[in-house]
């Protein structure tokens, strides 16, 4: 397996192997193995898990810890969110002022996948259904609306995007969250940027969930959201990419923005296929294995 990124780099959070790299524009070959995870890219740093070992590239300080911080989801002001494996409970930790406080939360099932916003957060349920809870001052990533039964800061599910098409993948950053379903169907809820209200990185991005329309309605087998930037991998093995490209996290060199999904020129290696994308707030991520299976 191998991995090709593209991004920001000003924390070294893409060297793993080579130093002094500037903003990587292009997919660049960054990591190698027999097994390989999916890169957890946050602001700073980059974990991947390798042939049963964590691999670190930017700022993280105790390498001893990248097994749970890979496992957690950590909205923007530090709180990070924990399972309770096999019960129907999560569990935030917040660090104010040199204190921690563990706050547990009775949620609807047993969690399958988490995500963070930069306010809140987002929980996969093993039945497909989804929950969300955050900030009530910003009520857009929740994707339902906060009322004093069903409030903001409770896990409370939203609305099924389509009777029966479960979801299988959630994926969230900024002030966004989006879910991707069995049937190859991406959903995108949220707001841009309040810093930046100007630009419209997503079209079409409302508090409600609406369907994310992928190049004439192609089906999607992977999708993932950066903080102003997305990528999809198509059923047909294409990669397409939107939003903002400042630091070249779109792997589309000399462009600094793209407002309508755009296929990337990437050909994976002989002998390999796309199998997997990911994206941290300004990076993105291809994934490729050998056809197979090795």
Known sequence: MQVYAAGCNAWGQLEFDTLGMSDVSKFTKIMSGSTIEKPVSRLVYTLIKVDGKYRIAGRFLDAAQAPTAASLAMRANGDVLRPQ???????????????????????????????????GFVILYENGRIATMGDPRFPA??????????????????????PGDLVKHITACGYAAAALTESGSVYIWGR?????????????????????????????????????????????????????????????????????????????????????????PHTSFIIVSKTDGG
């Open 141 to 162: 990533p929740l994707g339902r609306l906060p009322t004093k039964e069903l409030p903001a800061g409770n896990f409370e599910m939203i609305e099924e995007f389509a």
């Open 192 to 280: 841009n940027l309040p810093s930046r209200p100007t630009e419209q990185f997503f079209p079409d991005l409302f508090p409600s969930a609406n369907y994310f329309e992928i190049e004439d309605g192609k089906d999607i087998e992977d999708f993932a959201l950066g903080e102003t930037h997305a990528i999809a991998l198509t059923c047909e093995g294409d990669i397409y990419v939107i939003g903002n490209n400042e630091n070249g996290q779109l792997g589309v060199p000399r462009t600094e923005v793209l407002r309508t999904w755009t296929k990337v020129n990437f050909s994976p290696p002989v002998d390999y296929q796309i199998t997997g994308v990911a994206a941290g």
């Open 85 to 119: 494996e096999g019960r129907a409970y999560v569990s935030i930790v917040t660090r104010r002022e040199g204190q921690a406080r563990k706050d547990t939360f009775s949620v609807h099932g047993i969690v399958k996948q988490m995500a963070a916003f930069d306010t």
